[in-house]
């Protein structure tokens, strides 16, 4: 048999080819257009696996990522400067899927007492004879109040003080229809000394008391300045503001003033809207905290980015701590009575979480930034003032937000 008798080698199969373009494929990806070799078109749980795996990075990297983000401070924020980043959740995912998860826990397991909503008929502020004693009664409540919400600051209970802010607003209400009611029966009142409707010494008709100002139609209202906000008698103007302005504010304090009368009857609904704008106002401060590091940190000529990247480690442990304090308090309150010493041992598992935040966003903070003990402290000392007024106040906006969107 000679050579040219010899069989032809087979011809080596055709690559497959991009059903977009036609250009062969050398991987999952069409290197010419980017279009997925992988369609749509395949079993039901492929591609839930995608969606999971695309949005939330959910596979066995969630488990490398959430284990040192609680135990290790400034651990995968060095390994992100460093280059080593495929391996954990990116920063960004790991702190919006830990926000949603902590504040849906938290709308599903923190309750509002619905018992401070109002004042019963016995109340001393509702029994007080004289205007000065019920503002004496009303102070002494509303500090009692406020001496409350600062103990809840810091706690899972501080993500349910719409009770607290219903409560203050009914013992403002209470307050002003009884100061009213006393200033109304004054005039009717005979003078000490002399015969009705005398004055002592002179025999002229006593002086009426000027009565209190009409209230706004309407069991609830939103108090501004002491005063119930009205459209036509006590709007809000802001003279520096333009006009518009000032008519987007009064119909935000309209919507606001009727859900203020919603809350006597469902004060869970403002808790809910508070917990669902918190989020958002979450992704608000990242960036302005970043900024702060970056302004603390300015000799140090890093880029704004890796101060993100430090501030969405920060927030993502901070949810993180949040879901776990939440998780403790569900079998506190189911399975432990209080007084009991299973109880107290949730108890001290809550006061260990919220000890270690701080603990853990210094070792962090000196970790990753590698300066000395004292402009450590120093630096975290002053970030963290600032920082604490900002979260106050976004706090606030999104108890505003929460009230006009309820």
């Not at 599903?108 to 008929?121: E, Y």
């Not at 004289?130 to 919400?149: F, G, H, I, T, W």
């Amino acid at each position: 048999m000679t050579a040219s008798d010899d069989p032809a080698p087979a011809a080596a199969p055709a690559p497959p080819s991009c059903r977009n373009c036609g250009v062969a494929l050398l991987g999952p990806h069409c290197h010419a257009c980017g279009q997925p070799v992988k369609g749509l078109m395949r079993p039901l749980g492929s591609v839930f696996g995608d969606l999971l795996d695309s949005v939330f990075d959910f596979d066995a990297r969630i488990l490398r990522t959430l284990r040192p983000l609680f135990t290790r401070p400034g651990f995968l924020t060095l390994e992100y400067l460093a280059g080593r980043q495929v391996r954990y959740v990116t920063p960004f995912r790991l702190f919006f899927f830990l926000a949603v998860l902590a504040f849906f826990v938290a709308r599903l397991t923190v309750q509002v007492n619905t018992t401070t909503t109002g004042l019963d008929a016995a109340d001393p502020i509702l029994q007080a004879t004289s205007v000065q004693e019920v503002e004496r009664l009303r102070d002494a409540r509303l500090q009692e109040l406020e001496a409350a919400r600062k103990q809840m600051q810091g706690t899972p209970a501080a993500l349910g003080m719409a009770g607290i802010a219903t409560a203050e607003q009914a013992v403002r209400e209470a307050a002003s229809a009884r100061i009213r009611k006393l200033q109304r029966a004054a005039p009717a009142a005979p003078a000490s000394g002399t015969g009705a409707g005398t004055d002592a010494g002179t025999g002229a008709a006593p002086q009426a008391t000027p009565a209190a100002p009409p209230a706004a139609s309407g069991d609830g209202g939103l108090m501004i300045n002491g005063e119930r906000w009205d459209a036509a008698q006590h709007p809000i103007a802001i003279g520096w503001l333009p006009g518009f302005a000032n008519h987007w504010l009064n119909e935000q304090a309209h919507r606001a003033s009727d859900n203020i009368a919603r809350l006597k009857n469902d004060p869970g609904a403002f808790k809910d809207a508070v917990l669902s704008a918190i989020p958002s106002t979450l992704f608000v401060l990242v960036p302005v905290f970043a900024l702060l590091l970056k302004l603390a940190y300015l000799f140090q000529r890093r880029l704004y980015m890796e101060h993100l990247i430090v501030a969405l480690h920060s927030h993502a442990f901070l949810c993180l701590s949040l879901l776990l304090m939440l998780l403790a308090h569900v079998p506190a309150e189911t399975f432990a009575p209080e007084g009991s010493w299973l109880n107290g041992v949730f108890d001290w598992i809550e006061g260990l979480l919220l000890l270690w935040m701080p603990v853990y966003l210094l070792l962090m903070q000196k970790r990753v930034y590698a300066q000395g003990w004292p402009m450590t402290l120093l630096k975290f000392g002053v970030l963290g003032g600032v920082y604490s007024v900002l979260l106050a106040c976004a706090v606030s906006a999104a108890a505003m937000i929460g009230l006009v969107s309820m």
